[in-house]
């Protein structure tokens, strides 16, 4: 077990991690969106794209997409990447799916992304069913890292890929020091104030600052059983970009 395992957005409340971070999402569903792009001034879109771009040689026809929320990645992905046919988006929080699904529905694109309610930890499918796995930001609110990791490779066909995007610490000591204050007070108050809920952005800050994150979460991934491991960190390390292979 990680320290991350065991951070949840309601400290003192009853309820497992997952039960938590599934009501925070549907508590700030409404504008999770907005707070993404007005937090990240919009930078966000662009280390989907990245993330994304990881696929790209190796031509993948399914797709699932973990920790799917409002099906950004799913729905960048269609647009990227010309070999998929079926994309696939789990997550916890009906709240987030009920917006994705309407995002998909208004691109005329519901016959090639679907969206179901799915725990990373419990893929509700077969062994080898998808060519290639995304994870946006979605990793932090596992409440049992490698069994979600080992989970994800379970439905990963040999030869697959699993990308995962996710905050980290700047290492420079000056932007560490701007992105620490940013992410424990502007994020938590700009969350209060727009989205009503500022335990949600609180959460984010605890959550990033318990992650196992850079060369340590490679090895995680190592020892659930991926190879050709590798990290692409993003914007002075405020984000990384994880990927591996099965086998």
């Not at 077990?1 to 957005?9: F, V």
């Not at 993948?60 to 799913?74: E, Q, R």
Request: glycine share 10%; aromatic share 10%.
């Amino acid at each position: 077990m990680y320290e991350h395992d065991s951070i949840k957005p309601f400290e003192g409340k009853d309820g497992s991690k997952k039960e938590q971070v599934a009501d925070m999402f549907n508590q700030i569903a409404h504008r999770y969106d907005f707070l993404n792009r007005f937090l990240s001034a919009g930078i966000d879109v662009g280390w989907r794209k990245k993330a994304i771009k990881q696929l790209a040689g190796l031509q993948p026809t399914t797709l699932l997409d973990v920790a799917t929320g409002t099906a950004d990645v799913a729905l960048l992905a269609k647009n990227m990447l010309p070999s998929l046919q079926q994309i696939t988006g789990i997550d916890i929080s009906d709240g987030m799916l009920e917006l994705g699904r309407k995002k998909i529905a208004d691109r005329q694109l519901s016959n090639s992304i679907q969206l179901f309610n799915g725990d990373s930890e419990a893929i509700n499918f077969g062994d080898a069913s998808f060519d290639a796995i995304t994870v946006a930001f979605g990793v932090r609110n596992f409440a049992h890292l490698e069994k979600g990791l080992s989970e994800m490779l379970r439905v990963l066909k040999p030869g697959g890929k699993v990308v995962i995007l996710e905050f980290s610490k700047p290492s420079l000591p000056g932007v560490r020091g701007l992105y620490n204050l940013y992410t424990k007070t502007v994020a938590p108050g700009a969350g209060g104030f727009i989205a009503g809920n500022k335990a949600a952005y609180k959460y984010l800050n605890d959550s990033i600052q318990a992650f196992p994150e850079g060369n340590q979460f490679v090895e995680i991934m190592k020892k659930c059983g991926y190879v050709s491991t590798y990290k692409k960190p993003l914007s002075l390390g405020i984000c990384t970009i994880y990927c591996g292979s099965k086998s």
